[in-house]
């Protein structure tokens, strides 16, 4: 994909783990990732979208992709991706289920400024 100028795009990708020591691991690539990639990066064959914010990541709301069954099969919880979900709620008026939170793996990507 190529903006006006010519150039190409580039995404950084952003996976939250929901290990322990909350890894973050961040990699650029030339394209958005598509559903397999996604799929791959989170260990996942079902895939929720969740809003979040973090002004590490933006100043603005962000998606957040996560397993949509995680919570069925056990993962652990996501300490970032819950935090960011939480800010994303306190923001824009939404609320939760008490006690509810994200978990299993959380990708985020976003298109880089040239």
């Known amino acids: 994909m190529f903006n006006k100028k010519g150039e190409s795009q580039m995404y950084k990708v952003i996976r939250w783990q929901a290990d322990t020591d909350n890894t973050q691991e961040i990699?650029?690539?030339?394209?958005?990732?598509?559903?397999?990639?996604?799929?791959?990066?989170?260990?996942?064959?079902?895939i929720e979208r969740q809003s979040g914010y973090d002004k590490d990541i933006s100043n603005r709301t962000f998606d957040m992709w996560c397993d949509e069954e995680s919570k069925m099969?056990?993962?652990?919880?996501?300490?970032?991706?819950?935090?960011?979900?939480?800010?994303?709620?306190?923001?824009?008026?939404?609320?939760?289920?008490?006690?509810?939170?994200?978990?299993?793996?959380?990708?985020?990507?976003k298109k880089m400024n040239s």
């Open 27 to 46: 990699w650029e690539a030339q394209s958005k990732p598509t559903l397999d990639q996604l799929y791959k990066l989170i260990g996942c064959t079902t």
């Open 73 to 109: 099969i056990g993962s652990r919880k996501n300490m970032r991706g819950t935090n960011a979900w939480y800010r994303w709620m306190t923001r824009t008026g939404h609320v939760n289920i008490p006690g509810d939170f994200i978990a299993g793996n959380v990708v985020i990507y």
